[in-house]
């Protein structure tokens, strides 16, 4: 029986320094790739769950990519998200998710689980304390607004963690969930 490993490639500054291992990584896995790809990657889907990335970034999704969009968005991914919260939560029911705090790239894990994942690899979700910074820069986000969304991913990552196994394998502050590529590979 053959394993359904997905990979998310998520926005962290991380995607950018392990472009080619996570190239040499994803042969053979359904790929699923959040907001802007930067022509990067092109991913088995692309996911946006935000109006502002899909008008800025939508242009460039591929082709070869099926789009996947949320219901705020103008698709069909059932996501109620309480956004931003200081609280992480995150439950699926069917196709349904219900969660609070979910970025992009947790969402994106959601997304692979409703497909049946049996293992969500995961590259780009770096957090912020380690102070690598963003693919995007937002003028309201204060540090102690950041803290608090990587705490909240912190605590969405245990709940989807709970469902199928999630590996990070791009440095992250989620230590507990980081496998890094030599581990696996």
Not at 98 to 112: D, E
């Amino acid at each position: 029986m053959s394993l359904n490993n997905w990979l998310v490639i998520a926005t962290g500054p991380s995607v950018r320094k392990y472009e080619n291992e996570i190239r040499s990584f994803s042969g053979g896995m359904t790929t699923i790739g959040v907001h802007h790809m930067a022509g990067r990657f092109v991913p088995d889907y692309h996911l946006f769950v935000s109006k502002k990335r899909y008008k800025k970034y939508g242009k460039y999704v591929s082709p070869q990519s099926t789009l996947v969009l949320t219901r705020g968005v103008g698709g069909e991914f059932e996501v109620e998200n309480e956004y931003p919260s200081s609280i992480g939560r995150m439950e699926i029911d069917g196709g349904m998710v219900r969660c609070s705090g979910a970025s992009g790239g947790v969402l994106a894990i959601a997304y692979a689980i409703i497909n049946g994942a049996d293992t969500v690899f995961v590259s780009g979700l770096d957090g912020y304390s380690t102070g690598a910074g963003h693919h995007y820069s937002e003028k309201n986000n204060s540090w102690e607004r950041l803290m608090e969304h990587e705490s909240a991913t912190r605590s969405i990552l245990q709940d989807l963690n709970g469902m199928v196994p999630v590996k990070i394998i791009t440095p992250t502050v989620y230590e507990e969930y980081y496998a890094g590529f030599a581990d696996i590979v």
